[in-house]
Protein backbone atom coordinates (compact mmCIF):
# COMPACT_ATOMS: atom_id res chain seq x y z
CA UNK A 1 0.00 0.00 0.00
CA UNK A 2 1.18 3.51 -0.77
CA UNK A 3 1.93 5.95 2.14
CA UNK A 4 -0.06 8.72 2.35
CA UNK A 5 1.63 10.46 5.09
CA UNK A 6 4.38 12.48 2.41
CA UNK A 7 1.35 13.00 0.21
CA UNK A 8 -1.28 14.43 2.58
CA UNK A 9 0.47 15.60 5.52
CA UNK A 10 1.69 19.64 3.87
CA UNK A 11 -2.32 19.72 3.29
CA UNK A 12 -2.91 21.26 7.42
CA UNK A 13 -5.63 18.67 7.98
CA UNK A 14 -5.88 18.45 11.71
CA UNK A 15 -2.72 20.27 12.54
CA UNK A 16 -3.47 22.44 15.12
CA UNK A 17 -2.73 21.20 18.99
CA UNK A 18 -3.82 23.96 20.89
CA UNK A 19 -4.60 27.68 20.16
CA UNK A 20 -6.03 30.33 22.12
CA UNK A 21 -6.92 33.30 19.53
CA UNK A 22 -8.62 36.71 21.08
CA UNK A 23 -11.73 37.61 19.25
CA UNK A 24 -10.29 40.38 17.60
CA UNK A 25 -7.63 37.67 16.31
CA UNK A 26 -10.29 34.93 15.49
CA UNK A 27 -12.37 37.64 13.91
CA UNK A 28 -9.01 38.20 11.58
CA UNK A 29 -8.63 34.34 11.14
CA UNK A 30 -11.98 33.83 9.96
CA UNK A 31 -12.53 36.79 7.47
CA UNK A 32 -13.18 35.04 4.72
CA UNK A 33 -13.87 31.71 3.49
CA UNK A 34 -10.59 30.70 2.74
CA UNK A 35 -9.45 31.55 5.70
CA UNK A 36 -12.43 30.07 7.33
CA UNK A 37 -12.33 26.51 5.57
CA UNK A 38 -8.29 26.54 6.44
CA UNK A 39 -9.22 27.11 10.45
CA UNK A 40 -11.79 24.21 9.94
CA UNK A 41 -9.10 21.50 8.13
CA UNK A 42 -6.60 22.16 10.69
CA UNK A 43 -8.94 21.23 13.24
CA UNK A 44 -10.05 18.02 12.01
CA UNK A 45 -13.69 19.52 10.73
CA UNK A 46 -13.44 19.27 7.03
CA UNK A 47 -10.74 17.26 4.76
CA UNK A 48 -8.98 18.30 2.48
CA UNK A 49 -8.35 14.74 0.78
CA UNK A 50 -10.18 11.84 1.10
CA UNK A 51 -9.89 8.22 -0.64
CA UNK A 52 -12.68 7.98 -3.53
CA UNK A 53 -15.37 5.09 -2.84
CA UNK A 54 -15.36 3.77 -5.77
CA UNK A 55 -11.85 3.41 -7.06
CA UNK A 56 -10.08 4.12 -3.66
CA UNK A 57 -7.60 6.42 -5.62
CA UNK A 58 -6.72 9.64 -3.22
CA UNK A 59 -8.81 12.77 -4.32
CA UNK A 60 -7.99 16.38 -3.51
CA UNK A 61 -10.95 18.84 -2.67
CA UNK A 62 -12.30 20.82 -5.23
CA UNK A 63 -13.35 23.91 -2.99
CA UNK A 64 -14.24 26.15 -5.97
CA UNK A 65 -17.27 23.33 -6.43
CA UNK A 66 -16.94 21.77 -2.71
CA UNK A 67 -16.52 18.49 -4.31
CA UNK A 68 -14.42 15.48 -3.87
CA UNK A 69 -14.04 14.56 -7.88
CA UNK A 70 -12.29 11.30 -8.91
CA UNK A 71 -10.81 11.68 -12.21
CA UNK A 72 -8.83 8.51 -12.47
CA UNK A 73 -9.01 6.51 -15.58
CA UNK A 74 -9.73 3.43 -14.44
CA UNK A 75 -10.53 -0.30 -15.85
CA UNK A 76 -13.91 -0.63 -16.48
CA UNK A 77 -15.31 -4.58 -17.60
CA UNK A 78 -16.63 -4.58 -21.27
CA UNK A 79 -16.17 -0.94 -21.73
CA UNK A 80 -12.45 -0.55 -21.37
CA UNK A 81 -10.86 2.83 -19.92
CA UNK A 82 -13.19 5.13 -18.44
CA UNK A 83 -12.96 8.10 -16.27
CA UNK A 84 -13.93 7.04 -12.62
CA UNK A 85 -15.72 10.16 -12.12
CA UNK A 86 -17.39 9.55 -8.79
CA UNK A 87 -17.85 12.53 -6.67
CA UNK A 88 -19.32 14.05 -3.41
CA UNK A 89 -19.68 16.40 -0.96
CA UNK A 90 -16.57 17.78 1.14
CA UNK A 91 -19.26 18.31 3.77
CA UNK A 92 -21.31 15.39 3.76
CA UNK A 93 -20.96 14.02 7.46
CA UNK A 94 -18.99 16.44 8.88
CA UNK A 95 -20.47 19.65 11.12
CA UNK A 96 -21.01 22.04 8.11
CA UNK A 97 -22.69 19.54 6.58
CA UNK A 98 -26.27 19.85 8.73
CA UNK A 99 -26.80 23.32 7.84
CA UNK A 100 -26.73 25.51 4.63
CA UNK A 101 -24.26 28.72 5.95
CA UNK A 102 -21.53 29.88 4.63
CA UNK A 103 -18.11 29.12 6.62
CA UNK A 104 -17.67 32.16 7.96
CA UNK A 105 -21.42 32.50 9.56
CA UNK A 106 -21.01 28.56 10.86
CA UNK A 107 -17.52 29.96 12.22
CA UNK A 108 -19.24 33.42 13.86
CA UNK A 109 -21.96 31.67 15.13
CA UNK A 110 -20.26 28.85 17.01
CA UNK A 111 -18.27 31.89 18.74
CA UNK A 112 -20.78 33.94 20.23
CA UNK A 113 -22.31 30.50 21.33
CA UNK A 114 -19.24 30.07 23.08
CA UNK A 115 -18.86 33.30 24.65
CA UNK A 116 -20.12 33.90 28.02
CA UNK A 117 -22.98 37.06 27.00
CA UNK A 118 -25.72 37.06 28.32
CA UNK A 119 -28.53 36.80 25.28
CA UNK A 120 -26.30 34.62 22.75
CA UNK A 121 -30.04 34.42 20.67
CA UNK A 122 -30.19 38.10 19.96
CA UNK A 123 -26.70 38.42 19.27
CA UNK A 124 -26.34 35.66 16.44
CA UNK A 125 -29.46 37.11 15.21
CA UNK A 126 -28.42 40.84 14.84
CA UNK A 127 -24.97 40.15 14.06
CA UNK A 128 -25.52 37.44 11.22
CA UNK A 129 -28.63 38.55 10.39
CA UNK A 130 -30.32 35.13 10.87
CA UNK A 131 -33.83 33.68 11.73
CA UNK A 132 -34.95 32.81 15.40
CA UNK A 133 -35.40 29.51 14.12
CA UNK A 134 -32.04 29.14 12.52
CA UNK A 135 -30.11 30.25 15.64
CA UNK A 136 -32.56 27.98 17.97
CA UNK A 137 -31.42 24.84 15.59
CA UNK A 138 -27.21 25.69 15.65
CA UNK A 139 -27.49 26.69 19.27
CA UNK A 140 -29.26 22.96 20.22
CA UNK A 141 -26.79 21.10 17.13
CA UNK A 142 -23.78 22.99 19.32
CA UNK A 143 -24.67 21.37 22.35
CA UNK A 144 -24.86 18.15 21.34
CA UNK A 145 -20.84 18.39 20.35
CA UNK A 146 -20.73 19.78 24.33
CA UNK A 147 -22.51 17.17 25.63
CA UNK A 148 -20.58 14.59 23.62
CA UNK A 149 -16.92 15.97 24.85
CA UNK A 150 -18.17 16.19 28.20
CA UNK A 151 -18.90 12.45 28.28
CA UNK A 152 -15.80 11.68 27.37
CA UNK A 153 -13.84 13.79 29.43
CA UNK A 154 -15.96 12.87 32.77
CA UNK A 155 -14.65 11.62 35.51
CA UNK A 156 -16.27 10.12 39.06
CA UNK A 157 -15.28 13.08 41.52
CA UNK A 158 -14.03 13.05 44.81
CA UNK A 159 -12.11 10.01 47.16
CA UNK A 160 -10.70 9.85 50.53
CA UNK A 161 -10.26 12.92 51.63
CA UNK A 162 -12.55 14.89 49.37
CA UNK A 163 -15.40 16.23 50.06
CA UNK A 164 -18.44 16.81 47.71
CA UNK A 165 -21.77 18.32 48.36
CA UNK A 166 -24.82 16.91 46.67
CA UNK A 167 -28.00 18.80 46.30
CA UNK A 168 -31.54 18.75 43.98
CA UNK A 169 -33.39 21.36 42.63
CA UNK A 170 -36.35 21.68 40.15
CA UNK A 171 -35.91 23.65 36.71
CA UNK A 172 -38.70 24.63 34.53
CA UNK A 173 -39.57 22.23 31.05
CA UNK A 174 -42.11 22.24 28.50
CA UNK A 175 -44.55 19.85 27.95
CA UNK A 176 -44.20 18.25 24.98
CA UNK A 177 -44.59 20.92 22.00
CA UNK A 178 -47.03 23.39 23.85
CA UNK A 179 -44.51 25.85 24.87
CA UNK A 180 -47.05 28.19 26.67
CA UNK A 181 -46.91 24.59 29.40
CA UNK A 182 -44.61 24.30 31.76
CA UNK A 183 -43.77 21.71 34.35
CA UNK A 184 -40.92 20.92 36.83
CA UNK A 185 -38.30 19.04 36.50
CA UNK A 186 -35.91 17.60 39.20
CA UNK A 187 -31.95 17.80 38.73
CA UNK A 188 -29.57 16.07 41.20
CA UNK A 189 -26.10 17.64 41.29
CA UNK A 190 -23.15 17.32 42.48
CA UNK A 191 -19.65 19.09 43.20
CA UNK A 192 -16.22 18.44 44.51
CA UNK A 193 -14.90 21.34 47.20
CA UNK A 194 -11.80 22.95 46.90
CA UNK A 195 -11.17 22.35 43.10
CA UNK A 196 -9.70 25.44 41.48
CA UNK A 197 -9.39 25.78 37.50
CA UNK A 198 -11.26 22.93 36.36
CA UNK A 199 -15.05 21.85 37.16
CA UNK A 200 -15.90 18.15 38.87
CA UNK A 201 -19.26 18.72 39.50
CA UNK A 202 -22.37 16.17 37.77
CA UNK A 203 -25.64 17.28 37.03
CA UNK A 204 -28.52 14.24 36.23
CA UNK A 205 -32.06 14.61 35.43
CA UNK A 206 -34.02 12.40 37.76
CA UNK A 207 -37.48 11.53 37.46
CA UNK A 208 -37.98 10.92 41.25
CA UNK A 209 -35.86 11.38 44.40
CA UNK A 210 -36.01 8.16 45.80
CA UNK A 211 -33.20 6.43 47.78
CA UNK A 212 -32.48 3.74 44.68
CA UNK A 213 -32.38 6.78 42.49
CA UNK A 214 -30.42 9.07 44.47
CA UNK A 215 -27.95 6.62 45.55
CA UNK A 216 -27.71 4.86 42.42
CA UNK A 217 -26.45 8.18 40.75
CA UNK A 218 -23.64 8.76 43.73
CA UNK A 219 -22.15 5.01 43.35
CA UNK A 220 -21.83 6.25 39.58
CA UNK A 221 -20.65 9.61 40.17
CA UNK A 222 -19.16 9.82 43.30
CA UNK A 223 -15.64 7.77 44.29
CA UNK A 224 -15.85 5.60 47.70
CA UNK A 225 -14.42 6.89 50.17
CA UNK A 226 -15.85 10.44 49.96
CA UNK A 227 -16.96 12.30 52.59
CA UNK A 228 -20.84 13.64 50.95
CA UNK A 229 -22.47 16.23 52.79
CA UNK A 230 -26.02 16.65 51.89
CA UNK A 231 -29.37 18.66 53.39
CA UNK A 232 -31.59 15.99 55.63
CA UNK A 233 -33.54 14.45 52.70
CA UNK A 234 -34.11 10.50 53.37
CA UNK A 235 -33.05 9.25 49.81
CA UNK A 236 -29.64 9.46 50.92
CA UNK A 237 -30.01 7.99 54.81
CA UNK A 238 -27.98 5.03 53.81
CA UNK A 239 -24.86 5.71 51.88
CA UNK A 240 -22.49 5.28 54.63
CA UNK A 241 -23.70 1.61 53.77
CA UNK A 242 -22.04 1.95 50.48
CA UNK A 243 -18.55 3.24 52.10
CA UNK A 244 -19.09 7.20 52.05
CA UNK A 245 -18.85 9.15 55.16
CA UNK A 246 -22.11 11.04 55.44
CA UNK A 247 -22.58 14.61 57.27
CA UNK A 248 -25.99 16.20 56.79
CA UNK A 249 -27.59 19.52 57.90
CA UNK A 250 -30.83 20.61 58.06
CA UNK A 251 -31.62 23.97 55.81
CA UNK A 252 -34.77 25.13 57.24
CA UNK A 253 -32.56 25.41 60.75
CA UNK A 254 -29.05 26.36 60.22
CA UNK A 255 -27.22 26.60 57.20
CA UNK A 256 -24.03 25.31 58.58
CA UNK A 257 -24.51 22.34 60.53
CA UNK A 258 -23.24 23.55 64.25
CA UNK A 259 -21.64 20.27 65.41
CA UNK A 260 -20.19 19.02 62.11
CA UNK A 261 -19.67 22.30 60.28
CA UNK A 262 -21.28 20.69 57.31
CA UNK A 263 -23.01 22.74 54.71
CA UNK A 264 -24.27 22.57 51.03
CA UNK A 265 -23.40 26.16 50.36
CA UNK A 266 -21.50 25.53 47.04
CA UNK A 267 -23.71 23.80 45.57
CA UNK A 268 -26.67 25.98 46.58
CA UNK A 269 -24.66 28.44 44.45
CA UNK A 270 -24.25 26.55 41.69
CA UNK A 271 -27.90 25.86 41.55
CA UNK A 272 -28.28 29.91 40.89
CA UNK A 273 -25.85 29.85 37.73
CA UNK A 274 -27.30 26.69 36.68
CA UNK A 275 -31.12 28.32 36.37
CA UNK A 276 -29.60 31.37 34.79
CA UNK A 277 -27.85 29.55 32.15
CA UNK A 278 -30.66 27.34 31.05
CA UNK A 279 -33.34 28.85 28.95
CA UNK A 280 -35.64 30.88 31.38
CA UNK A 281 -38.41 30.45 29.07
CA UNK A 282 -38.61 26.55 29.55
CA UNK A 283 -36.54 23.64 27.87
CA UNK A 284 -38.00 20.68 26.31
CA UNK A 285 -37.44 17.33 28.04
CA UNK A 286 -34.52 16.00 25.69
CA UNK A 287 -32.83 19.37 25.33
CA UNK A 288 -32.44 19.33 29.70
CA UNK A 289 -28.71 16.73 29.63
CA UNK A 290 -27.28 19.15 27.13
CA UNK A 291 -28.22 22.47 28.43
CA UNK A 292 -26.54 21.01 31.98
CA UNK A 293 -23.45 19.82 29.70
CA UNK A 294 -22.90 22.73 28.12
CA UNK A 295 -22.81 24.78 31.89
CA UNK A 296 -20.61 22.27 32.79
CA UNK A 297 -18.26 22.65 29.36
CA UNK A 298 -17.87 26.26 30.22
CA UNK A 299 -16.47 25.49 34.05
CA UNK A 300 -14.33 22.09 32.76
CA UNK A 301 -12.57 25.41 30.17
CA UNK A 302 -12.84 29.15 31.50
CA UNK A 303 -10.63 30.23 28.71
CA UNK A 304 -12.56 31.36 25.77
CA UNK A 305 -10.00 31.26 23.57
CA UNK A 306 -9.27 27.63 24.72
CA UNK A 307 -12.54 26.57 24.83
CA UNK A 308 -12.92 27.59 21.05
CA UNK A 309 -10.07 25.22 20.29
CA UNK A 310 -11.31 22.09 22.20
CA UNK A 311 -15.22 22.64 20.58
CA UNK A 312 -13.81 22.62 17.10
CA UNK A 313 -11.73 19.93 17.97
CA UNK A 314 -14.73 17.85 19.57
CA UNK A 315 -17.09 18.35 16.55
CA UNK A 316 -14.21 17.05 14.48
CA UNK A 317 -14.74 13.84 16.75
CA UNK A 318 -18.47 13.81 16.90
CA UNK A 319 -18.25 13.97 12.91
CA UNK A 320 -15.13 13.11 11.92
CA UNK A 321 -14.39 13.87 7.75
CA UNK A 322 -13.03 11.35 5.42
CA UNK A 323 -9.41 11.62 5.50
CA UNK A 324 -6.81 9.26 4.47
CA UNK A 325 -4.90 10.27 7.81
CA UNK A 326 -7.80 10.24 10.04
Given at each position: ?26 N ?18 L ?25 K ?29 D ?35 W ?33 E?R ?17 E ?111 Y ?22
Amino acid sequence: MVDLQPVVQSCGYNVCRGCSFTNIEFNQKISNEVEARQFLIAHGVLSCHALCEKCGSRVSADFDRNQFICSKVILVPRRGRANCDTSRSVFSGTFCGHMHLDLEKICFLVNIFLSNHEDLMEEAMFELKLSSPTVLDWFSFCRKVVADYVERHSQCIGGVGKIVEIDETTLERRIDNRESVLTEQWVCGGIERGVRGECKAFFVPVENRTPETLIGIVKRYVLPGTTIMTDCWKGYDSLEDFGYRHLTVNRSKNFVNPRTGAHTQTIQRLWVEVRRHVSSAGFRQEELSDYLADFIFRRMIPCYGRRRHAFWKAAATLYPPEHPLA
